[in-house]
């Protein structure tokens, strides 16, 4: 039931910023901001890694400094995506430098942390794709790809045929869009909404999957306890006779990548085609 929650607040979430996008940068800014703060706080930050909590204010940072840059200019290049990553990169490597607990797991927490960074920039390309010329329409076109997948990810199938249809449904969307509509029909073709929308789709899928594995390999399985004497039963007897306690971690704990993941990763491939057919 969460994971149908999430699905349903990305096809939303797509929803609000294709219409911030018509109205003008400013909303689709403020749209992005929330889109970073939810995969920094919410998802960088609740990693099980050192200093998570440090890695994702970095993250946060280079994020929201890179989308008020190019919001402020107005330009549709991604050099503020650049000149942000790499001080934000140098400070992920201090913050590792700076930990008290022994350096612990210390490769795999840079390797969260130098992620981070270089995912919580990724949605800056959608408002530098904005800022091109005509660019609204690829963005409305990138971000239907998004929400027809959010869509699908709530139907009662597997999970790789609900993505198969989430995928089509964005390439008939698009498609059906420019043929009904004459005024996304005179800026765009149709077989240049059909790329854009499917490639948004299929990277948006992508995500959705990552964050399946993921919580198919960090939740844990049940492990032996030991019962006491009047305590009460919180824990099933295997078939070994063994007590073993339900402590797998809940899939409310992804939620935030869910919602977040595939906007970030369909950004680059949206900035690339949009401004390749569309701009």
């Known amino acids: 039931m969460p994971s149908v929650h999430a699905s349903l ?10 219409l911030a996008s018509a109205s003008g ?15 920094t706080l919410g998802g960088v930050a609740a990693a099980r890694v050192g200093v998570a909590r440090w890695s ?48 612990a797991g210390l ?18 390309a959608w408002l530098a794709l904005r800022e091109s010329g005509d660019g609204e329409y690829p963005v409305g076109l990138a971000l239907l790809g998004v929400g027809a997948v959010g869509l699908a990810e709530s139907l009662p199938m597997s999970r790789a045929v609900r993505r198969l ?17 004459d005024w996304v029909g005179d800026a765009v073709p149709a077989v240049s909404a059909v790329v854009v929308a499917t490639f948004a789709g299929l990277l948006s899928a992508v995500a959705f999957a990552a964050v399946d594995r993921l919580a198919d390999e960090f939740t844990p399985q049940p492990q032996p306890v030991a019962v006491q004497v009047g305590a009460a039963p919180a824990a099933e007897a295997d078939g ?7 402590v797998p971690r809940g899939a409310s704990a992804f939620l935030p990548l869910r919602v977040s993941l595939p906007f970030v990763a369909a950004a680059p491939v949206a900035y690339v085609l949009g401004r390749i057919f569309v701009s």
Not at 72 to 99: K, N, Y
């Open 9 to 18: 607040a990305v096809a939303a979430l797509a929803g609000v910023l294709a």
């Open 56 to 103: 994702a204010g970095v993250a946060l940072v280079a994020g929201l400094g890179a989308l008020g840059w190019t919001w402020t200019e107005g330009g549709s290049d991604l050099t503020p995506m650049a000149a942000f990553l790499g001080p934000t990169l140098v400070a992920s490597i201090v913050v590792q430098l700076l930990r008290r607990d022994g350096r």
């Open 165 to 181: 249809v989430g995928v089509l449904l964005a390439a008939v969307g698009a498609g059906a869009l420019v043929l009904t509509t």
């Open 240 to 246: 070994d006779g063994a007590e073993v306690a339900a």
């Open 25 to 39: 940068g400013a909303l689709l800014a403020g749209g992005l901001a929330l889109v970073i703060l939810i995969f």
């Open 107 to 124: 490769t795999t927490s840079l390797a969260v942390s130098v992620t981070a960074c270089v995912l919580a920039v990724l949605p800056v």
